[in-house]
């Protein structure tokens, strides 16, 4: 199947700064990537969908000067956490849509654990 | 907006067939149903994906009857690595307040030896 590939898989950041977490689609394009974000026996919380090219749209309740999501290519979305707090951490899944097949399948990639301390 | 229901946990036992089922009454006629697995602090993983009748791949089968208002996933002869949380979706292009790819609670698949 497709590959979705995130880096950090995790990172521990101190309260006030800013991270980057990066999100490939490794063997196919992806117009539209989608970030979510989950808690400890939770399920996932989409927090905003990335588009190619054009500003990202996000859930209600979730601060998009914030969390700046980037898409700036076909195979690659950032988010950014910024002036990050404990609360903000979490673990942060994208996911990436194959517009090339069916039904237009989601892949996920593997998670990135946040930590702010 | 397809709204999804899925019972919260299930058990079973090493060798059984499990059988999943999904409620999805909304559904769109573009919409297709997808089903992943979550284990612990990792990503969902695609296992299966269809849009009418019946699907099979080499670690499911997915059903779907007529008028596809549910979806039954079947996992043969289960083992202890397929404890995990499977979801259910439906959706077509569109994230989040546009459509699709809203999760619900999942179904937590316990197996014992």
């Known amino acids: 199947g497709a590959v979705v590939s995130q880096h950090p898989s995790w990172v521990i950041c101190k309260s006030g700064t800013s991270v980057k977490i990066e999100c490939r689609s490794l063997?196919?394009?992806?117009?539209?990537m989608f970030w979510y974000r989950q808690f400890p026996k939770q399920s996932l919380m989409l927090m905003a969908t990335?588009?190619?090219?054009?500003?990202?749209?996000?859930e209600q309740g979730v601060e998009k000067d914030k969390f700046l999501i980037n898409h700036a290519s076909l195979t690659l979305s950032t988010l950014t956490v910024t002036s990050a707090h404990p609360e903000d951490s979490s673990f942060y899944i994208c996911?990436?849509?194959?517009?090339?097949?069916?039904?237009?399948?989601?892949?996920f990639g593997e998670g990135s654990w946040l930590t702010v301390v | 907006l397809a709204k999804t229901t899925q019972p919260i946990s299930m058990d079973s036992y090493e060798g059984q067939e499990v059988n999943i089922t999904c409620s999805h009454n909304?559904?769109?006629?573009?919409?297709?149903i997808t089903w992943y697995q979550q284990f612990p602090s990792q990503g969902p993983r695609f296992i299966i994906q269809?849009?009418?009748t019946k699907v099979t791949n080499e670690v499911a089968s997915l059903f779907i009857p007529a008028d596809r208002k549910s979806s039954t996933l079947s996992l043969p002869r289960v083992s202890l690595s397929d404890t995990a949380v499977y979801y259910c979706?439906?959706?077509?292009?569109?994230?989040?307040?546009?459509?699709?790819?809203?999760f619900g609670k999942g179904t937590k698949l316990s197996v014992k030896p």
């Open positions: 979706l439906v959706g077509d292009n569109y994230g989040g307040s546009q459509g699709n790819l809203i």
């Open positions: 996911s990436a849509r194959d517009a090339a097949r069916s039904g237009n399948t989601i892949y």
């Open positions: 990335s588009n190619e090219g054009s500003k990202a749209t996000y």
């Open positions: 909304n559904i769109a006629t573009n919409d297709y």
């Open positions: 063997d196919f394009q992806a117009t539209t």
């Open positions: 269809g849009y009418k």
